[in-house]
């Protein structure tokens, strides 16, 4: 199937699956015309690439689950490979959160100095 097929069974762009392309985690074949060519497996593949990217994993986390990308994420059991990059992210959002509530509170004390309330 060509991008824009891909694309619309998937919900993504085509600039999306050109983006899935270089950064390696979808591939294509050039057809005769240049166009580039899916084959079916490419539409779970999106869909999964999408779920991780949505819940919050980054294109370089996406790659790292390179064998988690044939199943059906959203249906079957986890892929113990995405649990613990959503464990690692978790945490990293978490310490984000503590961060910038100490530098809330840094800047609520200092507006009250600077207001006198």
Not at 68 to 79: M, Q, Y
Request: charged share 35%; glycine share 6%.
């Amino acid at each position: 199937m060509r991008i824009g097929e891909l694309a619309e069974r998937t919900g993504a762009s085509p600039r999306s699956l050109r983006y899935y392309e270089q950064r390696g985690l979808l591939a294509s074949e050039r057809a005769a015309n240049g166009y580039r060519e899916y084959g079916p497996e490419a539409v779970d593949r999106v869909r999964n690439i999408r779920l991780l990217l949505e819940n919050g994993l980054t294109s370089e986390d996406v790659r790292e689950l390179q064998d988690c990308l044939e199943l059906d994420l959203a249906r079957e059991p986890a892929c113990a490979e995405a649990v613990a990059l959503y464990e690692q992210r978790l945490r990293a959002v978490r310490e984000r959160i503590e961060a910038l509530t100490a530098t809330e509170r840094r800047i609520e004390r200092r507006l009250a100095e600077e207001t006198g309330t």
